[in-house]
């Protein structure tokens, strides 16, 4: 079993900048891909990056440019540098894994931005 815990989310005023991080733990390999989703309130849950461990990237369109997705591969880590924030990037934010191709997905972290 694999567990996936968040830190780093909090309160910021718009244009300002956060970094998350994502630590797996338990039964774990080293993962075939790390990243972030998030779900903002009423909607559905959506990609914001992923990495594999090739090192392809994958953003969203409205995070490229701002965001920035990162691993450590041999801590099983996972990071979010989040520059320029929007309120609208407001949300919960949720690490996902895939390890011996099962996902698995963290408690999320919460993320307010403030205009």
């Known amino acids: 079993q694999v567990q996936l815990v968040e830190s780093g989310g909090g309160l910021v005023q718009a244009g300002g900048s956060l970094r998350l991080r994502c630590d797996a733990s338990?039964?774990?390999?080293?993962?075939?891909?790390m990243g972030w989703y998030r779900q903002a309130p009423e909607k559905q849950r959506e990609l914001v990056a992923t990495?594999?461990?090739?090192?392809?990237?994958n953003y969203a369109d409205s995070v490229k440019g701002r965001f920035t997705v990162s691993r450590h591969d041999a801590k099983n880590t996972v990071y979010l540098q989040m520059d320029s924030l929007k309120p609208e990037d407001t949300a919960v934010y949720y690490c996902?894994?895939?390890?011996?191709?099962?996902?698995?997905w963290g408690q999320g972290t919460q993320v307010t931005v403030s205009s």
């Open positions: 996902t894994g895939n390890f011996n191709w099962r996902v698995y």
């Open positions: 338990g039964s774990v390999s080293r993962a075939l891909s």
């Open positions: 990495v594999t461990n090739t090192g392809a990237l």
